[in-house]
């Protein structure tokens, strides 16, 4: 069985970096994308990219293309989610998602990582 | 790329049949049949419920049932049931990056 485990939840203030992390167990080959997915308070679901582990193929959503970036590393099977300089409106639940390559659809889901962003 | 249009919120009475539509363009829903559906409920993860338009994942009630035509897609619920009520998003592929795009959601109430 496929699962993905998310990072601890984290407070940070406005300007500091971050790296929260989704660790994929149960998969026997490489061949998957991991995509990042946003979900601000009472708001509805966002990509944000998509990340392809074989080979780090990264494509990513003209909103956050130079606000965040996401990485992999295949030796441990996790994915990344990385900001440079956080702001109060990043805030929000950030899901992790896979799709086996050549599938449309992303399942399962990790259970989601609280930032929450406060000076 | 516009989130995909959905209805905000449906309701419906136990037993009922409700219908959530998802509304995109040529680029996305209508020119691939890859929608996916996904339920979620309040504090929870999102789970896969439909997939490539019309198939159900193994475990997921065959009251759910996915279509399609034109540039909108659809989901449907029979028997609606009290632990039916959650949030649905539907998600399409699209040939820009980043591949995806979730439509807006739609609240489904059990009366």
């Known amino acids: 069985e496929v699962q993905l485990v998310q990072s601890g939840a984290e407070v940070k203030q406005p300007g500091e970096s971050l790296k929260i992390s989704c660790q994929v167990s149960?998969?026997?080959?490489?061949?998957?994308?991991i995509g990042w997915v946003r979900q601000m308070p009472g708001k509805g679901l966002e990509w944000m990219g998509i990340?392809?582990?074989?080979?780090?193929?990264?494509r990513y959503s003209p909103s956050f293309q130079g606000q965040v970036t996401i990485s992999a590393d295949k030796s441990i099977t996790t994915a990344y989610l990385h900001w440079r300089s956080l702001k109060a409106s990043d805030s929000a639940i950030y899901y992790c998602?896979?799709?086996?390559?050549?599938?449309?659809?992303?399942?399962?889901w990790g259970r989601g990582t609280l930032v929450t962003v406060s000076s | 790329q516009s989130a995909l249009t959905q209805s905000a919120s449906v309701s419906g009475s136990p037993g009922q049949s409700i219908t959530i539509s998802c509304t995109g363009t040529?680029?996305?829903?209508?020119?691939?049949?890859?929608v996916s559906w996904y339920q979620q409920h309040p504090g929870k993860a999102p789970k896969l419920m439909i997939y490539?338009?019309?198939k159900r994942p193994s475990g997921v009630s065959n009251r759910f049932s996915g279509s399609k035509s034109g540039n909108t897609a659809s989901l449907t619920i029979s028997g609606l049931q009290a632990e039916d009520e959650a949030d649905y998003y539907c998600?399409?592929?699209?040939?820009?990056?980043?591949?995806?795009?979730f439509g807006t959601g739609t609240k489904v109430t059990v009366l």
């Open positions: 998602t896979c799709a086996v390559h050549g599938t449309t659809w992303f399942d399962p």
């Open positions: 149960g998969h026997s080959f490489s061949d998957y994308w």
């Open positions: 990340i392809h582990f074989r080979d780090s193929d990264t």
């Open positions: 040529s680029s996305d829903v209508g020119g691939f049949n890859y």
């Open positions: 490539d338009v019309t």
């Open positions: 998600n399409s592929y699209m040939t820009s990056s980043p591949n995806y795009v």
